[in-house]
Structures are given as structure tokens and as C-alpha cells.
């Protein structure tokens, strides 16, 4: 009489007492149901959530007063990820939606609560607005707020504990699908955690899924040089826990770059030598943007829709130190431009670094609004005239 391997024998003797489980259970693997953004504003938006199995597994929604929150796909196999949409709340509460994930023998449960209609405010918290009169926050990182023009001002919190600070505001243009700006502050606090980059790409709540492109998978057509998802805010400056980062890779952020001797050169030794400034300020406050009024072209998103390409990207930088010796009233400020092509040197090029009032006529903006409130015209106009080159503390 032959016997069975050992082996075979084990997993008969399995089989007879509780049955062998296949290699796609959804057991072998720890269920998992992640909503990226919990927590969402009155407007109506999208965005993602990640489901991790290892076999079948469904997903059922049940929601505080009707059916306002929908998922793009309710059942399937192994991980992936749904977008969730959601209408705008027009009532006067909060309201929640249960998901619960169901793989294999696991049950998850994930939780949205979406704020009550008109929690937001204008330029304020985690909201924003489009056209008509803007009201211009005190925030030093801002320009001077424009409307209409296919322009919308929206703005991020981040949280620590119980603390809540502004994390970034852009001016989003839905026509181009890119941030004309992005603006934040920028010190220890922000960049001193351990968080690593996320990558966690996604819709940004506060904005309407339909304004924004779908960046999943990247940028297709175009020139093959401008598939890089650049980050107007970087990620390395949001590292103090995963929902700051998380933030930083919503599509909002995003811009076609050239990836060699651009995004992965000039630009991140830009952002490397914005942060060495920050490491050495109480706080620094950013302006990145970008060019599109003459674009390089265009290149198309997961829908198939044009993403203009600026010709052009930028930085103003105003420092804050209290026991600062240089610039004026503590304040110093210096702008950087590049125009959007190969850099293979990685140097910056001469006449790249000038004065804010040199990179307002380049840019059309008026960078740092609320600056002349603050420290008065005559210092104001001193700080934002003064040429960067002739500090050595820049170390340009």
C-alpha cells in the first residue's frame, strides 16, 4: 500500500477536519477599508477609498437621510480602490454613511461624515469659493485673492491632535485643470515628522470631481517628456502625520512637468533649498505657482481631457525671522522663475532669481497682500524690492 507525502497527508487531514483553503481566499490576506478623506465639506465632491482582500468581497453603504453617497463599484476580487461621490448637504447637520466591507469571513467598517450645509467658510477652513467678491484672509503666504475668470479660491486644515492649522489655499483654474497657485506656510512644525510620502493620489474633496482632472494613472499624450505629476506643494513639506501628506498627492496639486532635469533636477533642489530656509526661519511663507497663458501644449488625463502644460513655474518666498539681521522689519523675501524646459546642468540660470516686485510683472500677481498691514507701506515696499542676489543668506 503506497502512502501520501507528508505534506499531502497534512493538508487531507485539513480537509477532513475544517477544508483546505484555496491560495485566493480572501483570509490569507488582512481585510482592510480605508476612506482617505473621513471627513468632507458640505459641497458635493469625490474621492477614494481603498479596500485590501484577498479574494471576493462586496461593499454596502448605509447613510444618515437618503441616498446621498454612491460607490463606483459594490462587489468584486482582490484589493482595489472605489471612488466614492457624494452630494452636497443642504441641511443643517452633519451627516454619516456606514461602508462595511465584507471578504471572506471579515467584515471592515469605514465611516464619511460630511459637515452641515453652510459650516464652510469662504477662504476660511476646508472650503472655498468661485467668482464674485472674495474675501481676502490675513494669511501672509497669500496674493491678493482674484475672481471670475474660471478662477476658485479653496483652502486646506491640517490637524494635529486637537489643534487645527491652515496646511495650504490655491487658486484653482478648471478650464486649464491646474492651481494657478498654491500658497503655504512653511517651518519645522510642518516638515519635522517621520511620516513617509504616502502616494496616496486622489480626488480633492473640497472641489468638484467634474472641475478636476483624474490622475490615477498619470498624464498620457502629449509630448512623452511631460508625463510627470509635479507637486505645486511638495510632499516632503507636509510630513507631520499621513492625512497632511495624503493631501499633498490630490490631483489639485498636480502639473505636467518634464520629469528628467526638471522635476526630478532644478525644481527638487528648489524645494530641498526652500526647506534648508525654513529649517533656519521661525517661518517661511511660499508661493509656488505656475504659468498658463502661453502654455507648452497639453497632455490628457484618465477621462481623456485636456491638461494644459505652462510654459513657466515660480516661487516667492517671504522669510520671518524674529532675531533676523537681514532684510527689514524681520522680514526678507526673494522670488525664483523658470521657464518649464531641461536643465541639464541643474544650476539655476542667470536672471532666474530676482525681487517679488520683479516677479510680480512677471507673473501678474501681487504676491503677499496682507505683508503692507502688517509692517507698513514704506517697509513693505522695501522688502519686496530688495534683490535676493545681494543677500548672501539666500545662497544664491
Known amino acids: 500500500m503506497k502512502t501520501l507525502p507528508l505534506l499531502s497527508a497534512l493538508c487531507l487531514a485539513a480537509i477532513v477536519a475544517a477544508g483546505c483553503k484555496s491560495s485566493g481566499d480572501s483570509d490569507e490576506i488582512e481585510a482592510s477599508l480605508t476612506v482617505r478623506t473621513p471627513n468632507v465639506p458640505a459641497s458635493r465632491g469625490q474621492q477614494f477609498a481603498d479596500i485590501k482582500a484577498g479574494g471576493k468581497w462586496t461593499l454596502d453603504i448605509v447613510s444618515e437621510g437618503g441616498d446621498w453617497l454612491s460607490v463606483s463599484q459594490t462587489s468584486g476580487r482582490g484589493s482595489a480602490t472605489v471612488v466614492l461621490s457624494y452630494e452636497a448637504n443642504t441641511t443643517n447637520s452633519a451627516r454619516t454613511s456606514t461602508l462595511t466591507l465584507y471578504a471572506g469571513s471579515r467584515k471592515r467598517t469605514a465611516v464619511l461624515t460630511q459637515a452641515a450645509g453652510g459650516s464652510e467658510n469662504q477662504g476660511g477652513g476646508e472650503g472655498g469659493g468661485e467668482g464674485g467678491a472674495l474675501t481676502q484672509p490675513a494669511w501672509l503666504e497669500l496674493p491678493a485673492l482674484s475672481s471670475g475668470g474660471g478662477l476658485s479660491f479653496y483652502s486646506h486644515n491640517a490637524k494635529i491632535g486637537a489643534k487645527t492649522a491652515r496646511s495650504f489655499s490655491f487658486s484653482w483654474d478648471k478650464d486649464n485643470l491646474v492651481a494657478r497657485w498654491v500658497a503655504y506656510p512653511l517651518n519645522n512644525w510642518y516638515i519635522g515628522g517621520n511620516i513617509k510620502r504616502t502616494d496616496a493620489w486622489g480626488y480633492d474633496p473640497i472641489v468638484p470631481a467634474s472641475d478636476q482632472p483624474l490622475l490615477q494613472h498619470g498624464y498620457s499624450a502629449g509630448s512623452a517628456s511631460w508625463k510627470a505629476r509635479g507637486h505645486q506643494i511638495p510632499s516632503a513639506d507636509r510630513l507631520y502625520d499621513y492625512a497632511s501628506n495624503a493631501q499633498t498627492f490630490y490631483y489639485t496639486n498636480m502639473t505636467p512637468q518634464i520629469q ?77 522663475y523658470l521657464e518649464h524646459k531641461e536643465y541639464p546642468g541643474g544650476n539655476l540660470p542667470s536672471g532666474s532669481v530676482m525681487s517679488i516686485d520683479a516677479l510680480e510683472k512677471k507673473t501678474g500677481l501681487d504676491f503677499f497682500a496682507s505683508l503692507p498691514a502688517l509692517v507698513g507701506e514704506s517697509a513693505a515696499s522695501q522688502i519686496e524690492s530688495q534683490d535676493p542676489e545681494t543677500v548672501s543668506w539666500w545662497g544664491f
Open 260 to 336: 528628467d532635469n526638471f522635476n526630478g533636477g532644478i525644481w527638487a533642489d528648489l524645494e530641498d533649498k526652500v526647506r534648508s530656509w525654513a529649517r533656519s526661519s521661525d517661518t517661511l511663507y511660499v508661493v509656488t505657482g505656475c504659468m498658463v497663458d502661453k502654455t507648452l501644449g497639453y497632455v490628457r488625463d484618465n477621462n481623456g481631457r485636456h491638461v494644459s502644460v505652462p510654459s513657466a513655474y515660480f516661487k516667492a518666498v517671504l522669510r520671518y525671522s524674529k532675531t533676523s539681521t537681514i532684510g527689514f522689519g524681520n522680514y526678507a523675501a526673494c522670488g525664483v
